[in-house]
């Protein structure tokens, strides 16, 4: 069996809607399976790349591929085998949508009208909820949620959905620890257990360390790529992050720490 391409840009460039260059000479290949982490400081053009991949965006020169597929002239097919969890999801929080109905619209957004729910349906839900460990609050209203539990909610409905590949978008972000191994637990052993890629952005490799295979880091093109030790190199952490960052290492792993927290630009 030959190799199979997960995701793969060349020569791509992309602009800011108000012009200013966001990604420039972006060049990478990675092979399927994976679970791919997408990481660098606040405004490198991670979410940038994550929404030309989908399609919401143009490159201003070049391509992406995902699974082969253009991200403009097939952007529709993409959308079809993506579960895509945003770092900022647009439910209303007015409107009393329970926990159980928000995973299930995964299901149902992927089904061609009418959209009726199934007993399969039904299952696939509370299997995706206990992953993260939100089961018992299933009939609770979403918006009286915390904050971590509202991620691991929306974590759950991609879980419950369809797809060949999961992309999340700063999924732990502003979550408590314990949302936070839930999801990164949840999300390794789903990668390991199903024939599904993964490629989550962050903005803190080390949560997901010993869970990834290939690390791409960025700074408004592609700094490096590899696994998370090889991308754990002091002058390549501190040519990103700035002569702050520090590398430790732990159980034979190398991890950085860094200043950088927070949510990436979106304009």
């Known amino acids: 069996m030959g190799r199979q391409l997960m995701m793969e840009a060349n020569d791509l460039a992309v602009r800011y ?16 399976p994976s679970f791919t982490a997408i ?70 957004l992927k089904k061609p009208p009418p959209r009726f729910s199934t007993s399969k349906d039904r299952n696939a839900v509370i299997a995706a ?58 999300l390794g052993t789903y990668h390991r257990e199903n024939d599904v890629d993964i490629v989550m952005v962050t903005h803190d490799l080390n949560p997901i360390h010993s869970y990834v295979k290939d690390v791409l880091l960025m700074k408004n093109t592609v700094v490096g790529i590899g696994t998370p030790c090889d991308i754990m190199d002091l002058d390549m952490m501190k040519h990103v992050y700035g002569p702050t960052a520090r590398i430790v290492e732990h159980s034979g792993h190398r991890y950085c720490i860094t200043k950088d927290s927070g949510f990436d630009r979106h304009d």
């Open 17 to 32: 809607p108000n012009g200013d260059i966001a990604l420039h000479d972006v060049n990478f290949s990675i092979d399927s």
């Open 39 to 108: 990481i660098g400081p606040n405004g490198s053009g991670k979410s940038t790349l994550v929404k030309t991949v989908l399609g919401l965006l143009k490159p201003a020169k070049g391509f992406v591929k995902l699974h082969g597929y253009d991200s403009v002239r097939e952007k529709n097919r993409i959308r079809k085998i993506v579960r895509y969890v945003p770092q900022r999801d647009h439910i209303e929080l007015n409107v009393p949508m329970k926990v159980k109905d928000i995973v299930l619209m995964g299901r149902l």
């Open 129 to 186: 909820l206990k992953q993260v460990d939100m089961d018992d609050l299933w009939e609770r209203p979403f918006p009286e949620l915390s904050g971590g539990q509202r991620q691991r909610v929306l974590v759950a409905r991609a879980l419950a959905s369809d797809g060949s590949v999961l992309m999340l978008d700063e999924p732990l972000a502003g979550t408590d620890s314990h949302s936070q191994d839930l999801i990164v637990e949840a």
